[in-house]
């Protein structure tokens, strides 16, 4: 029977770290906080940003919430990242994405300190994980790594598939995967035979955004599956890019949606607090 993987136990487990680091913390004389910044009003976003808001309050973050109207500009934003950036009782700044059209994503990403850049998209942060250096590590992929771990399964040596390059989740997840000292492919729309190459995977790493897509004939038996996308099916219920029913019976483990990758994305993001609570406070 495959395992599944629980990223809900999993990620309370690293919130409640965090939760005893911020304690720690805080008796020191240090308080983390972290500015959350949404432009316009996007319900899904939203949702998100309330997330993030709770999960601060459980673990003892301060949150500073910045709820801008829509038709902010490009220049405006700018100038509260960068008055947060300069502000030392701020340890980090999160920008909920996407932002609306008018204003360049990355341009606000790399507005961003480095130090403060708690979602790890700054291209300082990037490069630093692509070559092994402290940094922050993109909240999802890093959470992934780990389930696995946590999961007691093993990253080195295996054959690794990733199905997406997404800068925020397929391209981090597969340089993280080879950090761990996997032997890692990369598949993306263009790929040529996905079902053989994913075939190959002992551990499949699935973030396509397509409901339901990848069945048990990419599946090679007893592999493990990470399924990272979230859809919502018109009965309502949560689906992710993998199809459960009939890659269960013959993969070894697997993460359910909801309930498995979608949890440790927040959890992560907490760790990377802490993480620039320390680094600023030069402990
Ligand atoms: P994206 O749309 O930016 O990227 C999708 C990738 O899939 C692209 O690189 C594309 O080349 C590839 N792709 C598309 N069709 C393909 C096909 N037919 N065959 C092979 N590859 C194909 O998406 P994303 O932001 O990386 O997100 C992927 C999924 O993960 C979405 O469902 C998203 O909602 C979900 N997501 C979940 C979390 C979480 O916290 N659980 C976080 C981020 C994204």
């Known amino acids: ?40 009003d996007d319900p899904a976003s939203a949702v998100y940003v309330n997330n993030k808001k709770k999960a601060c309050a459980y673990v003892g973050i301060r949150s500073l919430a910045y709820e801008l109207p829509e038709k902010t500009s490009e220049e405006e934003l700018l100038a509260l990242v960068q008055k947060l950036n300069e502000d030392p009782s701020c340890n980090g700044i999160l920008v909920q994405l996407p932002l ?17 850049d708690v979602d790890g998209f700054h291209p300082a942060n990037v490069g630093s994980m692509l070559i092994g250096q ?15 771990k946590r ?21 981090p997840m597969a340089a993280l995967l080879l950090r761990e000292n996997g032997t890692v492919t990369v598949c993306h729309s263009k ?7 994913c075939k190959r995977a002992d551990i499949l ?23 990272v996308g979230i859809h919502r099916m018109d009965n309502k219920k949560l689906c992710g890019d993998v199809d459960y029913d009939s890659v269960f019976p ?22 990377n607090c802490v993480l620039s609570g320390k680094e600023n406070s030069a402990i």
Do not use: W
């Not at 590590?137 to 696995?148: D, E, H, K, N, Y």
């Not at 599946?219 to 599956?225: D, I, L, Q, R, Y």
């Open 1 to 40: 029977m495959a395992q599944i993987i629980d990223g809900k136990a999993i990620s309370q487990a690293i919130k409640d770290e965090v939760k005893a680091a911020v304690e720690k913390l805080n008796k020191d004389g240090i308080e983390i906080a972290l500015a959350v910044i949404q432009v316009g």
């Open 100 to 116: 609306p059209s008018h204003i360049r994503e990355d341009v606000i990403i790399n507005a961003i300190a480095p130090s403060k």
């Open 134 to 148: 402290p940094g922050f590590l993109s909240c999802t992929p890093a959470g992934i790594i780990q389930l696995l």
């Open 151 to 171: 999961s007691n399964i093993s990253i080195a040596g295996k054959e690794c598939v990733v199905i997406g390059r997404s800068n925020i989740v397929g391209k």
């Open 191 to 197: 790929t040529q035979n996905l079902k053989e190459v």
């Open 205 to 227: 790493v699935v973030a396509i955004g397509k409901p339901k897509m990848i069945t048990a004939d990419y599946v090679k038996e007893g592999a493990v599956v990470i399924d």
């Open 250 to 271: 013959i993969c070894s483990a697997i993460t359910p949606v909801p309930g498995g990758v979608g949890p440790m994305t927040i959890a992560m993001l907490m760790y």
